[in-house]
C-alpha cells in the first residue's frame, strides 16, 4: 500500500511475545505503514481524524480515529517525534514502522539477528532482538524505571579505558601480565561482549547505485519551462512577464514576452501546435 492510503498493515501485533516483556517497547516492523499504539497516555498531542481501517496480519482489521504526536526518549539527549502516529483502541502492542523511519531520513548502521541499529545526524535508534522481534526500550527517565543498574563488567571497563582497544588484544594483555594493574578473572575472560559505539563507527553507510540520469536525444522529447516576472519597468509593449521553453535534446531555446500570467497557457497551446507543425516530432 501507499503511504496516503486509509489501510495499513500491521505485522508484529500476532507475535506470542508475553505482554509483561514488551509493554513499555516499541516493536520495529518492517511492514506497518503507520506508527500504532493502544496506549492513549504516551501521546503529547492527540486530535480526532477520519476514522481509517488497518489490516492486521491474520486479515482481520481495526479502525484509527484518533492521530497525534508521540516523543519517544531513546537517550538522555534525544527523542523520536512520530507526528502522526494513530490511536488504535485495545491495540497491545506499540509498532514503529520502518519505512517511515527510512523516509524520515534515518539510515540502517547495522542489520543483523542480534540488533538493528538506526542512525539520523546525532540521534542513535537501537532496536535489540527479543524473541523475534527488533525492540526500542523508552529511555529510563521517561519510564521512571531507574531502580537498579547493572555493574560494567571488568572487561568492558578496561575496553573504555584503552580508547575501546579491542577485546581479544586486553585479553591478551591479562594473560600475558604485559599491562600493569590489567587484572581479569577467568571469568571475565571466559565472556564476550560487544560496544555499541564500535559497532557505529565501523558501520558503513550503503552505497547507492552509480547511475546517470537520462536525457532526452531527440527534440521535442522533453521540453522546460521557465517563467519569470512581473519585470520591472515593463517592456515598451507592456510585456511585465516572460516565457523561456528550453528542448533538452537539442538544447534550443524560445524566449515569449507576456502582458499577464494568464496568457501562459494559451502560449503553450500555441507553442506546441507550432513546434509539432515545424519538425517531424511530437512533444
Known sequence: HDDDDDEGFILATLGDVPLSDIEDAWI????????VTGNKALFTKLARTQPSTMQLADNSTVQSMHVGLLSIQVDKGHSLDRPNAKFVPNLKKNLIALRLLLKDGFEIAKWDIDAAILIRDTCVLRFTRHRGLYILRPYADQINSCLVRQATPKLVQWHMRLAHLNFGAIKQAARDGVMEGLHLTKSDLAQDYSCEVCEVAKARRMSYKNTKPYRAHVPLERVHI???GPITPPTFGGKRHYELYVDEGSRFKWLFLLTSKSESFDNFKKFHVTVERQH????
Not at 280 to 283: A, G, I, N, R, S
Open 280 to 283: 517531424d516530432y511530437k512533444l
Open 28 to 35: 520495529l516492523d518492517s511492514a506497518c505503514t503507520a506508527d
Open 226 to 228: 521557465d517563467k519569470g
